[in-house]
């Protein structure tokens, strides 16, 4: 299987690999630092080199537990080396969006044992589903960024680490409920925590510590009905 860089080292900006096979526009590569979609979050893009020839990586997914490439041209392309580089500041910017969900969702459990439903991040904005289980005050929510902008400024690290999955049922708080949707065939778990705010199960990539989230506002909670609210959030940039 491919060597999936972005898990190890999200801050990788170019990588040199090996073409493992090309498929029309589609080419797979022995490594990669591109994320493919997944989790909420969209896929990197950015360029492979060969020589002269610049491809286009227009967008990239999971496929039968493969890494896809897909380019806008692969006319050119032979087997062999390239080189690989991602548009950086569009990973960067998930990348604070997507910490930035995990920090939300670790003070909403935090507070209210509020559960993440679902999420998803686009380019200008993200937004997250919360299931909770009581009411909550709508004046709540008048200091909730606040609350959210403290964490961020105390500069939690975020960090990983990859448990057996029988381990992570002995893990308190709201892992387990996650893990139990995990496919019966992912025996090894990656966790990432935000020290003292969260620990998840996640694919993803993050910033290093909630300080690099920067800039940011929650610019609605909507009531979704069935005590659920939609949070919807910008990062500056
Ligand atoms: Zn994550």
New binding site residues.
């Given amino acids: 299987m491919e060597k999936e860089l972005f898990l190890h080292d999200s801050y990788l900006k170019s990588c040199r690999s090996t073409i493992a096979e090309i498929m029309e526009n589609k080419v797979i590569l022995d490594q990669t630092i591109f994320y493919p979609s997944g ?1 909420g ?1 969209p896929s990197d893009t950015g360029i492979i080199r060969q020589g002269s020839h610049l491809f286009h990586v227009v967008k990239v997914k999971r496929e039968h537990g493969r890494i896809v490439h897909y380019l806008h041209d692969a006319t050119h392309l032979k087997p062999g080396s390239v080189e690989a580089e991602l548009d950086w500041d569009r990973r960067y910017t998930f990348m604070r969006y ?2 930035l ?2 920090v939300i969702a670790g003070h909403l459990y935090n507070t209210f044992g509020a559960l993440a439903a679902s999420n998803e991040i686009y380019e200008d904005r993200a937004r997250i589903d919360f299931k909770f289980e009581e009411n909550v005050p709508e004046a709540y929510f008048s200091h909730f960024e606040n609350e959210i902008r403290q964490i961020i400024e105390e500069d939690h690290p975020v960090t990983t680490r990859t448990l057996p999955r029988e381990e992570i049922a002995k893990i308190p708080g709201s892992i387990k409920t996650i893990v139990n949707l995990l496919p019966a065939s992912i025996q090894q778990v990656r966790l ?1 925590a935000i020290q003292g705010i969260d620990e ?1 199960a ?5 910033v290093r510590s909630t300080r690099e989230i920067g800039a940011f506002s929650i610019v609605n909670v909507k009531n979704k009905g069935n005590n659920i609210k939609r949070v919807e959030v910008v990062v500056k940039t």
């Avoid at 996640?202 to 993050?206: A, D, L, Q, R, V």
């Fill in positions: 989790g979050q997507h910490t969900l995990h990432v998840q996640c694919g993803g990539t993050h």
